[in-house]
């Protein structure tokens, strides 16, 4: 575990302590059970975008994703009947095509990413409202999914399934990150794209393979969050998200000028997040200042990280 | 003459484990060009660091507009009206020429907002402009010009802050022959108008031309000074190098065989309607030399495949090889030792062994996955060969010397299989010990049949090391010259595109 | 290809091209008048009001019916879609005000131009015709009503609202507050979740997982009492929570048929869409008789119970089947 992990988890720790005192229904079964499943549902799609942002990248299109490739699932299993194994197949192959086509608009047609994403937001949002007609989406009275519903939403072992799904989701590409060919090449593209190149790196194809990585994971998650709210407003779906997922990477230690991060930070970052949603529901403070808490703590994250970077280096300097 | 502009005098400067300067000596009158020459290292730079009030000296006298002082900051040196016309141009190309004069001290428009008044900006930087006989007006977007032409923003940015001394640090190095004579008549002219100017330069040719006394630093100290009469060639050389080029040299073990790297008509973007010929056969180390733009580079990135050749042949042990990419060269073991180590060659803030096995991962790993013990075996294999100074090869490459980083790059082929290795400008950047070791590293992988091919712009390394030069001018190989003939006169009339 | 041949696909690429400037350009003299029916958000709620635009239109094919949904639930994204009504010429519009307060100018210069109602969120202060909708004061008291039934012993309640900026949550809020007045029912708070379904549901099972002894929680918005519905029956709270909602989502039909919904207030968004395309061709046609003074058209609500939800699931698939 780096520092920046270490710092993390112990804001984490603090964040979490000062709740408990509080309010100590904050570290009731009920209420860390459901904050693991939405630590579930919000830390894959933040992975992904950790891998774009370890790129020098970034990846807008996230929330726009889950809100055309929502409408399209729900559609295919309600209204056509569609088997749920193979709706949810759609719905990953959608989300890895989606990737790709990003993937090669920045690396073929050089692109910037937050131009290409920036146009997968306003289009795929569009189209899923276009699809739809505008209207709110639902299962309505379709049946046969009560299998999918589990693996989906349910538990296993009485921990909910989204938190076990990013177990393993960040398992695997911790090991795909940290210690795979892959891994080590998105860290050498992201921090000196030549040298990189020079050393015979495909990087165009390390690049567009952060892009597909994500849209898959962002295919993923939209089944989970679909799942979560059972209902999708092709409007408002998963508006904002990418912000989420954003701030979870730069919050655990990924650096938006590309080759830095890792996904225990990314996940420590997610748990962050939620934690600071929880409390304001938990705290009884107003709704209204959902937003501002959450910015707020970033931001004091933000600079104490900055701040202890800069004694680390003037350590260095007077040991010297 | 009248009382000097400048005088320098006993300025010492150590850095750990080298004199940079020691008792260096140097006055500029009113309406005096000084040449200032020396090879590289010999602390040119170093000099102009403290001028500039960015060193600061450990001994010695500065004086300078009628003061005495130990040591200048970079506002007094600006404020006693030194300036300074940098080797690397340091522009804002995305502003216009007028801006990029004024940048700091421009006119601003009456009332609150204080906008900048663009007309009256430009109202005062077309005289100089013109003084200076420029093409181009102050509306002149800098990034449509020409290096030439940029060099005159800056020498316009000198005068329009009064300049008293104007230091022009190597200007020529990427101009034309006709663009140098220009230049040399506006220095002639800034001469004319009073001003002091130290030029900097590796071309003799040009202190001749334009210099009213010739200062000669090596190794830190004032090697000698010449007065207007007794500026030429021979003289000067004398005194910049002092000792004899050939001491360098190590002869090849054996004579050099078939085969190695053989480029025929190739044809790079740079310089689409030339194509340039040349054959590195293995055993040997050929140079190749050439003014900066000459196109050594462009063919070097073209053999690696960084940008592929337009058209040509590459053969590679006399077989012709297909390179569209780093990876295909790499992959027939033709190697690249690129010319700017912090930008193409290492990831920084990655440890040794990391860089080491950067192009070769496959090598140590399974199924995708790094194995980190064969890794850092590698890394420490090639940390111990190459005496790269760092405890471990976990070390991150930041934290290395220029040297040890270019032994990093140059480890990570050896722990291949070379069969040829392009090095462009090797030693640039690296302290003298260890350009030894890569001199002799290089002739290490030449007896081992490697061919090698070197570019340099550095005369003493070129005409030093190599068995052959080719010398390149605009584009194509203007001559080859075997060690009998190799000369600094011999390589710079070819570079110079003079007929051998 | 055969001149005949040839004509007829000339005549075919300019059929083809006339439809284009027709949906690019639907101002022009010859075109059919243009009465738009703008909505808030996206909801079912509002597919119910299609169904009624779509029987007006059926009556009245001279005019072109649509429906507009903002990109963003706001107030400036309302006003944008008024300008570009007003720059197309329409006829008539029938808008959901978001933020009525703040705009009033828009809606008047809307006004001054096209035929101007109000539904669902009136804007009193302008210079709207007539307001067609729900009178929301009065269906937070039915709700109150229904919370009451719900608690007759009284206890904790909380409220869920996309945002409390909009005026129906306002009024539905105040209802609610009249209709509890003096009795044993404690309303906690009021917690908002800016139309994110997600976060619409993780404020029910935090409200559920901070307040053990919840008795009540009420959804004010169409889609808050299906994620209230979730989130207690994935608490196992059904026995000690009831719930009160608002509107005919299929999931909280389906609570109120299983009983973990104690009782619904449902509008009658079909009559909206109907009442205001109806009124706007009436107005149009010089008939304003109908407009009361109160310029003030009440669609009364509905409560939807265990008695009456399996007729009315049947009369809601029946409406939002795919015509």
Same mark, same amino acid.
């Given at each position: 575990?780096?520092?920046?992990?270490?710092?993390?988890?112990?804001?984490?720790?603090?964040?979490?302590a000062?709740?408990?005192?509080?309010?100590p229904?904050?570290?009731?079964?009920?209420?860390?059970l459901?904050?693991? !499943?939405?630590?579930?549902?919000?830390?894959?799609?933040?992975i992904?975008?950790?891998l774009?942002?370890?790129?020098?990248?970034?990846?807008?299109?996230?929330?726009?994703?889950?809100?055309?490739?929502?409408?399209?699932?729900?559609?295919?299993?309600?209204? /056509?009947?569609?088997?749920w194994?193979?709706?949810?197949?759609f719905?990953l192959?959608?989300?890895?095509?989606?990737?790709?086509? /990003?993937?090669?608009?920045?690396?073929?047609a %050089?692109?910037?990413?937050f131009?290409v994403?920036?146009?997968?937001l306003?289009?795929?949002?569009?189209?899923? $409202?276009?699809?739809?007609?505008?209207?709110?989406?639902?299962?309505?009275?379709?049946?046969?999914?009560?299998?999918?519903?589990?693996?989906?939403?349910?538990?296993s072992?009485?921990?909910?399934?989204?938190?076990?799904?990013l177990?393993?989701?960040?398992?695997?590409m911790?090991?795909?990150?940290?210690?795979?060919?892959?891994?080590r090449y998105?860290f050498?593209?992201?921090r000196?794209?030549?040298a990189a190149?020079?050393?015979?790196?495909?990087?165009?194809?390390?690049?567009?393979?952060?892009?597909i990585?994500s849209?898959?994971?962002a295919?993923?998650?939209?089944?989970?969050l679909?799942?979560y709210? +059972?209902s999708?407003?092709p409007?408002?779906?998963?508006?904002f998200?990418?912000l989420?997922?954003?701030?979870?990477?730069?919050?655990g230690?990924?650096?938006l000028?590309?080759?830095?991060?890792? *996904?225990?930070?990314i996940v420590?970052?997610?748990?962050?997040?939620q934690?600071?949603?929880?409390?304001?529901?938990?705290l009884?403070?107003?709704?209204?200042l959902?937003?501002?808490?959450m910015?707020?703590?970033?931001?004091?994250?933000?600079?104490?990280d900055?701040?202890?970077?800069?004694?680390?280096?003037?350590?260095? =300097?007077?040991?010297? | 003459m009248? @009382?000097?502009?400048?005088?320098?005098?006993?300025?010492s400067? #150590?850095?750990?484990?080298?004199?940079?300067?020691?008792?260096?000596?140097?006055?500029?009158?009113?309406?005096?060009?000084?040449?200032?020459?020396?090879?590289?290292?010999?602390?040119?730079s170093?000099?102009?660091?403290?001028?500039g009030?960015v060193?600061?000296?450990?001994?010695?006298?500065?004086?300078?507009g009628?003061?005495?002082?130990a040591?200048?900051?970079v506002?007094?040196?600006?404020?006693e009206?030194v300036a300074?016309?940098?080797q690397?141009?340091?522009?804002?190309d995305?502003l216009?020429?007028a801006?990029?004069?004024?940048?700091?001290?421009?006119?601003?428009?009456?009332?609150?907002?204080?906008?900048?008044?663009?007309?009256?900006?430009r109202?005062?930087?077309?005289?100089?402009?013109?003084?200076?006989?420029a093409?181009?007006?102050?509306?002149?977007p800098?990034?449509?010009l020409?290096i030439?032409?940029?060099?005159l923003?800056?020498?316009?940015?000198?005068?329009?802050v009064?300049?008293?001394?104007?230091?022009?640090?190597?200007?020529?190095?990427?101009?034309?022959?006709s663009e140098?004579?220009?230049?040399?008549?506006?220095?002639?002219?800034?001469?004319?108008?009073?001003?002091?100017?130290?030029? *900097?330069?590796?071309?003799?040719?040009?202190?001749?031309?334009?210099?009213?006394?010739?200062?000669?630093?090596?190794?830190?100290?004032?090697?000698?000074?010449?007065?207007r009469?007794?500026?030429?060639?021979a003289a000067?050389?004398r005194?910049m190098?002092?000792?004899d080029?050939?001491a360098?040299?190590?002869?090849?073990?054996?004579?050099?065989g078939?085969?190695?790297?053989?480029?025929q008509?190739?044809v790079t973007s740079?310089?689409?309607?030339r194509?340039?010929?040349?054959?590195?056969?293995?055993?040997?180390?050929?140079?190749?030399a050439g003014?900066?733009g #000459?196109g050594?580079?462009?063919?070097?990135?073209?053999?690696?495949?960084?940008?592929?050749?337009?058209?040509?042949? *590459?053969?590679l042990?006399?077989?012709?090889?297909?390179?569209?990419?780093a990876r295909?060269?790499i992959?027939?073991?033709?190697?690249?030792?690129?010319?700017?180590?912090?930008?193409?060659g290492?990831?920084?803030?990655?440890?040794?062994?990391?860089?080491?096995?950067?192009?070769?991962?496959?090598?140590?790993?399974?199924m995708?996955?790094i194995?980190?013990?064969?890794e850092?075996?590698?890394?420490?294999?090639?940390?111990? @060969?190459?005496? *790269?100074?760092?405890?471990?090869?976990?070390? /991150?490459?930041?934290?290395?010397?220029?040297? !040890?980083?270019?032994k990093?790059?140059?480890?990570?082929?050896?722990?291949?299989k070379?069969?040829?290795?392009?090095?462009?400008?090797?030693?640039?950047?690296?302290?003298?010990?260890?350009?030894g070791?890569?001199y002799?590293?290089?002739?290490g992988?030449a007896?081992?049949?490697?061919?090698?091919?070197?570019?340099?712009?550095?005369?003493?390394?070129?005409?030093? =090391?190599s068995?052959?030069?080719?010398?390149?001018?605009?584009?194509?190989?203007?001559?080859i010259?075997? $060690?009998?003939?190799?000369s600094?006169?011999?390589v710079l009339?070819?570079?110079?595109?003079?007929?051998? | 290809?055969n001149?005949?041949?040839f004509n007829? +696909?000339?005549?075919?690429?300019?059929l083809a091209?006339?439809?284009?400037?027709?949906?690019?350009r639907?101002?022009s003299?010859?075109?059919?008048k243009?009465?738009?029916?703008?909505?808030n958000? #996206?909801?079912d709620?509002?597919t119910?009001?299609?169904?009624?635009?779509?029987?007006?239109? %059926?009556?009245?094919?001279?005019?072109e019916?649509?429906?507009?949904?903002?990109?963003?639930?706001?107030?400036a994204?309302?006003?944008?879609?008024?300008?570009?009504?007003?720059?197309?010429?329409?006829?008539g519009?029938?808008?959901?005000a978001?933020n009525?307060?703040?705009s009033?100018?828009?809606?008047?210069?809307a006004?001054s131009?096209?035929?101007?109602?109000?539904t669902?969120?009136?804007?009193?202060?302008?210079?709207?015709?007539?307001?067609?909708g729900?009178?929301?004061?009065?269906?937070?008291?039915?709700?109150?009503?229904?919370?009451k039934?719900?608690?007759p012993k009284?206890?904790k309640?909380?409220?869920?609202v996309?945002?409390m900026d909009?005026?129906?949550?306002?009024?539905? =809020?105040?209802?609610?507050?009249?209709?509890?007045?003096?009795?044993?029912?404690?309303i906690?708070?009021v917690r908002?979740?800016?139309?994110?379904?997600a976060?619409? %549901?993780?404020?029910?099972?935090?409200?559920? #997982?901070?307040?053990?002894?919840?008795g009540?929680?009420?959804?004010?918005?169409?889609?808050?009492?299906?994620?209230?519905?979730?989130?207690?029956?994935?608490?196992g709270?059904?026995?000690?929570?009831?719930?009160?909602g608002f509107?005919?989502?299929?999931?909280?039909?389906?609570?109120?048929?299983?009983?973990?919904v104690?009782?619904?207030?449902?509008?009658?968004?079909?009559?909206?869409?109907?009442q205001?395309?109806?009124?706007?061709?009436r107005?149009?046609?010089?008939?304003?008789?109908?407009?009361?003074?109160n310029?003030?058209?009440?669609?009364?609500?509905?409560?939807?119970?265990?008695?009456?939800?399996?007729?009315?699931q049947g009369?809601?698939?029946?409406?939002?089947?795919?015509?």
């Amino acid at each position: 575990m780096g520092k920046k992990e270490l710092g993390l988890l112990v804001l984490v720790l603090v964040i979490g302590a000062i709740t408990t005192a509080l309010n100590p229904r904050f570290l009731s079964a009920v209420n860390l059970l459901n904050m693991a !499943n939405l630590i579930g549902l919000f830390g894959v799609f933040s992975i992904g975008q950790g891998l774009v942002i370890i790129t020098g990248g970034i990846d807008l299109a996230v929330g726009s994703i889950f809100a055309l490739l929502g409408v399209v699932f729900i559609d295919l299993l309600a209204n /056509h009947d569609v088997a749920w194994p193979l709706a949810l197949l759609f719905v990953l192959v959608g989300g890895l095509l989606i990737g790709a086509l /990003h993937g090669l608009l920045v690396t073929r047609a %050089k692109l910037q990413p937050f131009v290409v994403t920036l146009c997968g937001l306003l289009i795929y949002r569009g189209a899923a $409202r276009y699809y739809t007609g505008d209207a709110t989406i639902g299962f309505g009275y379709a049946e046969g999914l009560e299998s999918l519903t589990w693996l989906a939403s349910g538990r296993s072992f009485g921990v909910p399934n989204p938190f076990l799904i990013l177990v393993v989701v960040s398992a695997v590409m911790a090991v795909v990150l940290h210690r795979s060919v892959f891994g080590r090449y998105l860290f050498a593209v992201g921090r000196n794209e030549e040298a990189a190149r020079y050393s015979g790196i495909r990087t165009g194809l390390v690049v567009a393979g952060a892009y597909i990585v994500s849209g898959g994971l962002a295919g993923l998650s939209t089944v989970l969050l679909v799942f979560y709210t +059972n209902s999708v407003s092709p409007s408002a779906f998963g508006s904002f998200y990418e912000l989420y997922a954003i701030a979870a990477a730069v919050l655990g230690g990924c650096s938006l000028r590309g080759g830095e991060g890792s *996904i225990l930070g990314i996940v420590l970052g997610t748990v962050l997040l939620q934690i600071l949603q929880n409390l304001v529901n938990i705290l009884g403070i107003p709704s209204s200042l959902n937003f501002a808490v959450m910015g707020g703590v970033i931001l004091l994250g933000a600079l104490a990280d900055q701040e202890l970077a800069r004694r680390a280096k003037v350590g260095v =300097v007077a040991r010297a | 003459m009248a @009382a000097p502009l400048l005088e320098l005098d006993g300025i010492s400067k #150590s850095y750990p484990g080298v004199k940079a300067l020691d008792g260096v000596s140097l006055r500029l009158g009113r309406g005096e060009v000084l040449g200032l020459i020396g090879e590289n290292g010999a602390g040119k730079s170093t000099l102009m660091r403290v001028l500039g009030g960015v060193v600061r000296p450990d001994a010695g006298r500065i004086g300078l507009g009628g003061r005495d002082r130990a040591h200048l900051t970079v506002a007094e040196a600006q404020a006693e009206g030194v300036a300074f016309v940098h080797q690397e141009l340091s522009m804002f190309d995305n502003l216009d020429a007028a801006a990029n004069v004024l940048i700091g001290r421009e006119s601003l428009q009456a009332g609150p907002l204080r906008l900048v008044d663009r007309r009256a900006c430009r109202a005062r930087v077309a005289p100089l402009l013109q003084r200076l006989g420029a093409d181009f007006g102050p509306d002149a977007p800098v990034s449509r010009l020409s290096i030439a032409q940029r060099q005159l923003v800056e020498i316009a940015r000198a005068l329009s802050v009064d300049a008293r001394i104007i230091i022009l640090d190597e200007p020529t190095s990427s101009l034309t022959l006709s663009e140098t004579d220009r230049l040399l008549a506006i220095v002639a002219s800034l001469r004319n108008a009073g001003t002091g100017v130290i030029y *900097i330069t590796h071309r003799l040719g040009e202190v001749v031309a334009c210099a009213d006394r010739v200062l000669c630093l090596r190794d830190g100290q004032v090697a000698g000074e010449l007065p207007r009469e007794g500026i030429e060639h021979a003289a000067m050389t004398r005194l910049m190098i002092g000792r004899d080029l050939q001491a360098l040299y190590s002869p090849p073990a054996a004579a050099p065989g078939d085969g190695g790297l053989q480029v025929q008509e190739l044809v790079t973007s740079a310089f689409p309607d030339r194509s340039a010929s040349l054959h590195a056969r293995p055993g040997e180390i050929l140079g190749l030399a050439g003014l900066v733009g #000459s196109g050594r580079t462009s063919l070097a990135r073209a053999m690696f495949g960084i940008e592929p050749a337009v058209g040509g042949t *590459i053969l590679l042990d006399g077989k012709p090889v297909q390179i569209g990419s780093a990876r295909d060269a790499i992959a027939r073991g033709l190697y690249l030792v690129p010319e700017d180590r912090k930008l193409s060659g290492l990831v920084l803030d990655m440890s040794i062994a990391q860089n080491v096995t950067l192009p070769a991962l496959a090598g140590h790993s399974r199924m995708g996955l790094i194995n980190p013990a064969s890794e850092m075996r590698a890394g420490e294999a090639q940390r111990a @060969a190459l005496r *790269i100074k760092a405890p471990h090869a976990s070390v /991150h490459a930041v934290t290395l010397s220029g040297g !040890n980083q270019q032994k990093v790059v140059l480890g990570r082929w050896l722990s291949l299989k070379p069969r040829a290795i392009v090095f462009d400008e090797p030693t640039r950047g690296v302290d003298v010990g260890a350009k030894g070791e890569i001199y002799a590293l290089m002739r290490g992988l030449a007896d081992r049949g490697v061919a090698v091919l070197m570019i340099s712009s550095d005369m003493e390394e070129v005409i030093g =090391v190599s068995d052959r030069v080719a010398v390149m001018h605009e584009g194509r190989v203007a001559g080859i010259l075997g $060690r009998e003939d190799l000369s600094e006169a011999s390589v710079l009339r070819l570079a110079i595109g003079a007929q051998a | 290809m055969n001149r005949r041949q040839f004509n007829a +696909n000339l005549a075919g690429a300019g059929l083809a091209a006339a439809a284009l400037a027709a949906g690019v350009r639907p101002a022009s003299a010859q075109q059919k008048k243009l009465l738009a029916f703008v909505v808030n958000v #996206s909801a079912d709620f509002w597919t119910i009001a299609r169904r009624g635009i779509e029987k007006a239109n %059926k009556e009245h094919p001279e005019y072109e019916m649509q429906m507009i949904i903002p990109a963003q639930a706001s107030a400036a994204d309302q006003r944008r879609i008024l300008d570009e009504l007003i720059a197309r010429q329409a006829a008539g519009i029938a808008i959901s005000a978001i933020n009525p307060a703040s705009s009033t100018d828009a809606l008047n210069r809307a006004a001054s131009q096209a035929v101007l109602f109000t539904t669902d969120s009136d804007a009193p202060a302008s210079n709207r015709l007539v307001y067609i909708g729900t009178d929301n004061v009065d269906a937070g008291r039915v709700a109150g009503a229904q919370m009451k039934k719900a608690l007759p012993k009284g206890g904790k309640a909380m409220l869920f609202v996309g945002t409390m900026d909009a005026d129906n949550a306002r009024e539905r =809020v105040q209802g609610i507050r009249e209709a509890l007045q003096g009795g044993n029912i404690e309303i906690i708070d009021v917690r908002t979740d800016d139309s994110d379904f997600a976060r619409a %549901k993780r404020n029910a099972e935090d409200t559920l #997982s901070r307040y053990a002894d919840l008795g009540l929680m009420v959804g004010l918005w169409a889609y808050n009492t299906p994620q209230i519905y979730q989130a207690v029956k994935q608490a196992g709270r059904e026995k000690t929570v009831q719930v009160v909602g608002f509107d005919e989502d299929a999931l909280t039909l389906r609570g109120v048929a299983d009983g973990t919904v104690h009782s619904t207030v449902v509008q009658q968004p079909f009559e909206f869409g109907y009442q205001s395309m109806k009124g706007m061709v009436r107005y149009l046609g010089g008939d304003k008789a109908w407009i009361p003074a109160n310029k003030q058209i009440i669609v009364p609500t509905r409560v939807i119970d265990s008695a009456n939800v399996a007729e009315f699931q049947g009369f809601m698939k029946q409406i939002l089947r795919p015509s």
